[in-house]
């Protein structure tokens, strides 16, 4: 399975990859977790994309293609893998045509988790994330046995430096120029399966494996 994730920040698209690389058995291939790796590391890398990050503005075309370019030939994305934040905008989505087209692979869905900006907003004002397995969690929604600290890992939980209001809302615009158009340029191909990512992250998850096994049943018939 060779999937790609699309949907608005806060849609929930890092929940649901975790969830679904594990059960697919197929790598989460995050960049913006690959991004926050580096920053929190200190890497040439890091330090460029850190500036893009934290005002909410994609991270040049360049840098994050090679970045994927790179991640997708390691040897553990040979069997498949779940892309979660890549492409986001139309040039990235071509780029990645190619380094398909080149490892003589093709997708087989793009999923789109659709919710409404106010809940996203709702969301990411009370995401904590988990620096060690890069968990999200939310103080209401689904929140820690034990406040601020991972239940994996034990270790203190953050809160991610472009999870404040006014960059949330700076997001949710370069969503809407520039990663909104993916939906028409995937569906033109047969590839958009569409879902609702409201309700509980259980039953984000039942809708997302339905619209997997629904493909997954068109590609064999
Ligand atoms: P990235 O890390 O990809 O951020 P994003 O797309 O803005 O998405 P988020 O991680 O904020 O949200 P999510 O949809 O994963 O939601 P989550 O599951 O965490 O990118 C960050 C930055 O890196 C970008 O702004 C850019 O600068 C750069 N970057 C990354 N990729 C790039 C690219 N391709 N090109 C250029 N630049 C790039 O859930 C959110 C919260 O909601 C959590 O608290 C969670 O617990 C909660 N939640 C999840 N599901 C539910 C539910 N069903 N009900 C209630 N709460 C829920």
């Keep these: 399975m060779r999937a790609v994730l699309v949907g608005p920040p806060g849609a929930g698209k890092g ?3 975790q969830i679904l690389a594990s059960d697919l058995s197929i ?12 920053v929190s590391g200190g890497t ?15 991270v040049p075309d360049e840098v994050t293609n090679a970045m994927v370019k790179d991640r997708l030939s390691q040897d553990d994305t040979a069997g498949g893998f779940l892309l979660d934040g890549f492409p986001r905008n ?10 398909l087209a080149d490892l003589k692979v093709d997708l087989d869905i793009v999923l789109e988790l659709k919710v409404d900006e106010e809940e996203v907003v709702k969301r990411l004002s009370g995401r904590r994330s988990c620096s060690e397995c890069g968990r999200a969690y939310h103080v209401e929604y689904d929140a820690p046995a034990v406040e601020g600290v991972c239940d994996t890992d034990g270790v203190a939980l953050y809160q991610r430096q472009d999870d404040r209001e006014d960059t949330i809302r700076h997001r949710l615009e370069v969503y809407r120029k520039q990663t909104a158009p993916l939906v028409d340029f995937y569906a033109s191909q047969g590839l958009l399966s569409a879902i609702s990512a409201t309700g509980s992250v259980g039953e984000v998850t039942a809708r997302a494996k339905a619209a997997i096994k629904e493909k997954a049943s068109g590609a064999d018939a």
């Design 15 to 17: 929940t649901q990859a």
């Design 27 to 38: 790598p989460q291939v995050s960049t913006g977790d690959i991004f926050r790796a580096n």
């Design 44 to 58: 040439e890398l890091g330090k460029r994309a850190k500036e893009y990050m934290d005002r909410g503005d994609l």
């Design 90 to 99: 139309v040039p990235q989505a071509e780029k990645l045509g190619e380094m």
